[in-house]
């Protein structure tokens, strides 16, 4: 199983990110899907999460700002970060909402005030 987040990076406050994660060795479509980050010093948390039929949830924290999609042909999740704040400076996952898998690297994202 892996799980390969990508595309963060270093962005100013108001900006925006699109992160990408390619998912192999598990049934995609299968799987509800889900964006998770943690920040220094604090635990991982669930940021967004999207179903096999689409159905979307997002934290409250991050709810009109962040839309999470999926790729099934692709085994890829996508999450699009707009109006970026220093709070959401974290490393992001992804992984399945459900069926938790190997933890993957995850992507680096740093808002600057």
């Known amino acids: 199983v892996q799980l390969q987040a990508s595309g963060g990076g270093l962005v100013q406050a108001g900006g925006s990110l699109r992160l990408s994660c390619a998912a192999s060795?598990?049934?995609?479509?299968?799987?509800?899907m889900a964006w998770y980050r943690q920040a220094p010093g604090k635990e991982r948390e669930w940021v967004a999460d999207?179903?096999?039929?689409?159905?979307?949830n997002y934290a409250d924290s991050v709810k009109g700002r962040f839309t999470i999609s999926r790729d099934n042909a692709k085994n890829t999740v996508y999450l699009q970060m707009n109006s970026l704040k220093p709070e959401d400076t974290a490393v992001y996952y992804c992984?399945?909402?459900?069926?938790?898998?190997?933890w993957g690297q995850g992507t680096q994202v740093t808002v600057s005030s």
């Open positions: 060795g598990i049934f995609f479509s299968l799987n509800d």
């Open positions: 992984n399945a909402l459900h069926a938790k898998f190997k």
């Open positions: 999207i179903s096999i039929t689409g159905r979307t």
